[in-house]
């Protein structure tokens, strides 16, 4: 049973860069054909996708969010990483991380996120 904790600031001022970072259990994120992406969800909103890391390192984002986002990974504390730059109050939202092994998926808790001075 894979567990996914997210965890970081709940408080980011405009313009900085949004770090969070997702702890995964009970499963390796190098597995082959695993996938590790970040989701989120904006007050009133339905969810977004925003981008997937691949048990081989290979990364995918959003068109809508490319430009600002990057997902990495450290493979010795098997955790992958959320970097948003450039952040506005439009990017507060909570935020899942998600993995998707070779039978289902599996969800964070979720992280509040405020964008806000």
């Known amino acids: 049973q894979v567990q996914l904790q997210e965890s970081g600031p709940g408080l980011v001022k405009p313009s900085q860069t949004l770090s969070l970072t997702c702890t995964v259990s009970?499963?390796?994120?190098?597995?082959?054909?695993?996938?590790w992406s970040w989701i989120r969800q904006p007050p009133g909103k339905g969810l977004e996708w925003m981008g997937v890391?691949?048990?081989?390192?290979?990364?995918y984002y959003s068109p809508s969010l490319k430009s600002r986002t990057s997902i990495s990974r450290d493979t010795s504390k098997n955790q992958f990483s959320l970097q948003l730059s450039s952040v506005t109050p439009e990017d507060t939202a909570v935020y899942y991380c998600?993995?998707?092994?070779?039978?289902?998926?599996?969800w964070g808790q979720g992280t509040q996120v405020t964008v806000s001075a």
């Open positions: 998600n993995a998707r092994t070779s039978s289902r998926y599996y």
């Open positions: 890391i691949a048990y081989d390192g290979s990364t």
């Open positions: 009970g499963g390796s994120i190098i597995t082959s054909y695993y996938a």
